[in-house]
T-cell receptor
């Protein structure tokens, strides 16, 4: 079992729709959870982090954490073509461990 | 503030050759990380420095990879000799403190290595 697992995608949504990205992790001791966005050929950039169960909202982005289910998700509301990128889930217990990423394509 | 700087941006070498990458973190950042990102995968931590000491190098292939961070500022990562499977993007990141909790890591632009 991979330590951090994401849907491989690609995930395609129409412009204006909600994109839902999911991530599961294996280490129950993990304490902090991050979502990074990576455009093709670019380096990862942090979108948001979450460390408490529940939802955390930042603009069009909402991160959801359920530690009992070892599950993290990212919702992107009103998706825009500029949101087309690979989204990386990263989990920190000791070190930061990344999932393989989910490619999102937002079609105009 | 200036971001994490890396050089070179691209490098093409033949297998068994050696190569070195350089990273200058954000000013004042104590912790520096080197990641390897193979195409289609997420970044994998190779080594983490706090100031000039190694915190974690458990995933560094020490028979061929070496890294140093002299004076606790910039860092070099070396591969000698390179193998075909080392073809990847090498990302440097830095964070202000020790890297714990929800502390943010800021990534440099990366060095894209192709081993032929």
């Amino acid at each position: 079992q991979k330590e951090v697992e994401q849907n491989s995608g690609p995930l395609s949504v129409p412009e204006g729709a909600i994109a839902s990205l999911n991530c599961t992790y294996s280490d129950r001791g993990s304490q902090s959870f991050f979502w990074y966005r990576q455009y093709s050929g670019k380096s990862p950039e942090l979108i948001m982090f979450i460390y408490s169960n529940g939802d955390k909202e930042d603009g069009r982005f909402t991160a959801q954490l359920n530690k009992a289910s070892q599950y993290v998700s990212l919702l992107i509301r009103d998706s825009q073509p500029s949101d087309s990128a690979t989204y990386l889930c990263a989990v920190k217990g000791g070190k930061l461990i990344f999932g393989q990423g989910t490619e999102l394509s937002v079609k105009p | 503030e200036a971001g994490v700087a890396q050089s070179p941006r691209y490098k093409i070498i033949e297998k068994r050759q050696s190569v070195a990458f350089w990273c200058n973190p954000i000013s004042g950042h104590a912790t520096l990380y080197w990641y390897q990102q193979i195409l289609g995968q997420g970044p994998k931590l190779l080594i983490q420095f706090q100031n000039n000491g190694v915190v974690d190098d458990s995933q560094l292939p020490k028979d061929r990879f070496s890294a140093e961070r002299l004076k606790g500022v910039d860092s070099t990562l070396k591969i000698q000799p390179a193998k075909l499977e080392d073809s990847a993007v090498y990302l440097c990141a830095s964070s202000y403190g020790s890297g714990g909790g929800w502390e943010t890591q800021y990534f440099g632009p990366g060095t894209r290595l192709l081993v032929l």
